[in-house]
């Protein structure tokens, strides 16, 4: 059997609050159900939820699930630059259940015995060199700070893996996807590092419609598996009603790159060249995608997902997800 590629996922999970995207804690899911991959640990961010409920939510994750052996570190609070009102607009809508006082305690105890993420990248990065990819589901604040800080060591990584931005439109602005909007100083100090970064976009994520009937197995196997369509469930009627659509839906974006370390032939990529636009007033947050390398001299390309085998992914991730946590309370 192959090595199992070894994987740091960074990521502001919102499965276990309400009104706020569900996609990071499946991708999650999936990377522990797949046998390919290797979790090495999880790094939390602000962005589809403030730092501190991502966090939250990790811990009740990985404790439902069994898996207190994944290690996570909490990440920046706020984006370099800055919070935007756009994003405190977004945060004053999530509704969470309050931590308990041992779950107070145990999210300290977790931030002293393995530091912040940064910290906890960089030593990951040494421990484990080009064997590393690390995988950004959310802002890439923690990784752009790494990578300022510690530009060698930070080069030593095998490959970045994205779910962020577009080679066309976007989701929080006309132009700009939400993870690379919400931090787009973090992100150009990332694409301009000198890994190669795979980039899962909205040209891609939104390929696949997700709609109550697809998860419904979920539900009829109960427990965790329950608790998981509910909270998708609950999620898409709130996009509907946010983007006035007629019927409950949401993608599963940040569930794709994983997917594609698993299984790279459901995906195919192409090169691609990638400026991100920090200042522009209709333009903050774009990615500007050269596929044709006409204005990007010699630079190393990057890569950005390009097609999907939309059955096979849907297969694996459904039967994967449903055979591991079956059975689980």
Request: with cysteine.
């Amino acid at each position: 059997m192959a090595e199992k590629l070894k994987i740091l996922i960074d990521t502001d999970p919102g499965l276990g609050a309400r009104n706020t995207d569900v996609d990071d804690g499946i991708a999650i899911l999936l990377a522990l159900a797949s046998p390919e991959l290797e979790v090495a640990g999880v790094t939390t961010v602000g962005g589809n939820v403030p730092r501190d409920i991502g966090s939250l939510n990790i811990l009740r994750l990985l404790r439902r699930i069994g898996r207190k052996d994944i290690p996570f570190a909490p990440g920046s609070a706020e984006p370099v630059g800055g919070v935007d009102t756009k994003l405190e607009d977004k945060w004053r809508g999530v509704e969470v259940p309050s931590p308990t006082e041992e779950e107070k305690e145990a999210l300290l105890r977790i931030k002293a015995g393995n530091g912040t993420a940064v910290d906890f990248i960089l030593r990951s990065i040494e421990a484990f060199g080009d064997g590393l990819t690390l995988v950004a589901l959310g802002p890439l604040t923690n990784l752009g700070l790494a990578a300022a800080q510690a530009p060698e060591l930070f080069g030593r990584v095998r490959q970045i893996v994205i779910m962020g931005g577009s080679a066309r439109s976007g989701n929080v602005s006309a132009t700009a996807e939400f993870n690379l909007w919400c931090d787009p100083e973090a992100a150009d100090v990332v694409f301009r590092s000198g890994i190669q970064v795979v980039m899962f976009g909205l040209d891609i994520t939104t390929r696949i419609e997700v709609v109550p009937q697809v998860i419904a197995g979920w539900s009829e196997a109960g427990g965790f598996l329950r608790f998981l369509q509910e909270a998708s469930v609950d999620y898409m009627h709130f996009r509907s009603q946010r983007y006035g659509r007629k019927h409950p839906f949401m993608y599963y974006h940040d569930a794709m790159p994983v997917a594609w370390l698993a299984d790279p032939l459901l995906f195919d990529t192409v090169p691609c060249w990638v400026d991100v636009e920090k200042t522009g007033r209709y333009t903050r947050g774009m990615t500007v995608v050269d596929q044709d390398g006409r204005f990007h001299g010699g630079s190393t390309p990057h890569r950005l997902a390009s097609e999907i085998r939309s059955e096979a992914f849907q297969e694996l991730l459904l039967g994967r997800i449903q055979d591991t946590y079956r059975g689980i309370d």
